[in-house]
Every structure is written in structure tokens, then in C-alpha cells.
T-cell receptor, first 115, second 113 residues
Framework: DAGVTQSPTHLIKTRGQQVTLRCSPKSGHDTVSWYQQALGQGPQFIFQYYEEEERQRGNFPDRFSGHQFPNYSSELNVNALLLGDSALYLC??????????????FGPGTRLTVL | GDSVTQMEGPVTLSEEAFLTINCTYTATGYPSLFWYVQYPGEGLQLLLKATKADDKGSNKGFEATYRKETTSFHLEKGSVQVSDSAVYFCALNIDGGYQKVTFGIGTKLQVIP
């Protein structure tokens, strides 16, 4: 059983460009969350998707947007890239989507470098 | 807002030494508390959790007790191994919060033979 997978592994972009990161959740999971982990920092919650809708959002600007597909996979889009967007982007999946906590399983991340 | 404060590393210990990584939290509501571990080149993994006051989470020889009176969740292990070298994150989640997890800054542990 494959765990959470993310693509690409690494990505280099320049300021002002747009980027799309992809995530496939663990089998049986229907909820996907995205986190940004800057170098030397803890992950910060960006948003969560369940039933193809954004369920909750952290303190990130509208340049960060996402999508969830019927097969539960998800994309994270970042527009007008800034140098400060350079980070490891983590995807986490879980089941249930309800109010009770279900363990999240994290992918290995996508390392984004903005030059 | 909700936040987690943990001791900054790096922490360097000899094999078989005792480990403590301090973690305190601030939360509106009644959080669940977690320790996650990130081994080199791997994704975050849940190490242990506690969902109510005085609960003790444990896994792989690691333990942490949910102390509501001191708002703390310190991670301990009696005898560390080289394979425990990793970054450890203290984190919290508010019940009913749709799994939005708030992480601390992370503490890098290096265990030397």
C-alpha cells in the first residue's frame, strides 16, 4: 500500500511565476491537508480539502489556492511567487473528514526554491 | 492564537543517555497534543499523542504526559540510540478543529555512539 505521494520532489521557479504541486493520498483516505515548512521551522497549516471543498484555511494569502479531485487527490497552486515562498510543502491525508481527530499521514514533501 | 513552544536544538547526546525535550503550549479550547518525528529524508511521522489531561502517550520507548496545570507535554526517553537521531516536533490540535495541527519549531536530536 503506497503511502502519501507527492510530485515533483524538487522544483525551482523564479519570482512572479506560478507553480502547481500534486498530492495523492493514502489509500482509503478522503481528506487532504497542505502545510508549508520553511527551513528550520515547523510546518504551518495552509488549508484542508474534503469532498472537493476547502474545509479550513490557515493564515496564508489568496495567492495560495488548491483543488481536490473526485479521486481525492489534490493540487496546491501558488501564484506570483515570492522568494519567501521557498519551503518544503507537505501534504497530509486522513480519513473521516469529521470533527474528531484521525491520524494524518504525511508525504515526503516537495522542495520549492524560488530564485 | 494557538501556539507551541519547544526547546531549540540541536541537542547532542551520547548513546544510552536520558533525553528530555521540553514543550509548552497555549491554546483556546481543549487541545490534543502530539509529538511528531522527522527522520532524515523522510516525511513526518506521528510518534505519540495524548488527548486529555494526565494522559501519557508512549511509543518506541518515548513517553510524554499531558500536564494541563503547567500546559506542558515534555518528551522523554530513558536510553537513546543512534537511530533516534531526527527532528522532533511538538504539536497540538483543537478538538473539532478539522485536524488543523499547530506545530512547534522542531528540535534536532543527534545521538553519537
Amino acid at each position: 500500500d503506497a503511502g502519501v505521494t507527492q510530485s515533483p520532489t524538487h522544483l525551482i521557479k523564479t519570482r512572479g511565476q506560478q507553480v502547481t504541486l500534486r498530492c495523492s493520498p493514502k489509500s482509503g483516505h478522503d481528506t487532504v491537508s497542505w502545510y508549508q515548512q520553511a527551513l528550520g521551522q515547523g510546518p504551518q497549516f495552509i488549508f484542508q480539502y474534503y469532498e472537493e471543498e476547502e474545509r479550513q484555511r490557515g493564515n496564508f494569502p489568496d495567492r495560495f489556492s488548491g483543488h481536490q479531485f473526485p479521486n481525492y487527490s489534490s493540487e496546491l497552486n501558488v501564484n506570483a511567487l515570492l522568494l519567501g515562498d521557498s519551503a518544503l510543502y507537505l501534504c497530509a491525508s486522513s480519513s473521516g473528514g469529521g470533527s474528531s481527530y484521525n491520524e494524518q499521514f504525511f508525504g515526503p514533501g516537495t522542495r520549492l526554491t524560488v530564485l | 492564537g494557538d501556539s507551541v513552544t519547544q526547546m531549540e536544538g540541536p541537542v547532542t547526546l551520547s548513546e544510552e543517555a536520558f533525553l528530555t525535550i521540553n514543550c509548552t503550549y497555549t491554546a483556546t479550547g481543549y487541545p490534543s497534543l502530539f509529538w511528531y518525528v522527522q527522520y532524515p529524508g523522510e516525511g513526518l511521522q506521528l510518534l505519540l499523542k495524548a488527548t486529555k489531561a494526565d494522559d501519557k502517550g508512549s511509543n518506541k520507548g518515548f513517553e510524554a504526559t499531558y500536564r494541563k496545570e503547567t500546559t506542558s507535554f515534555h518528551l522523554e526517553k530513558g536510553s537513546v540510540q543512534v537511530s533516534d537521531s531526527a527532528v522532533y516536533f511538538c504539536a497540538l490540535n483543537i478538538d473539532g478543529g478539522y485536524q488543523k495541527v499547530t506545530f512547534g519549531i522542531g528540535t534536532k536530536l543527534q545521538v553519537i555512539p
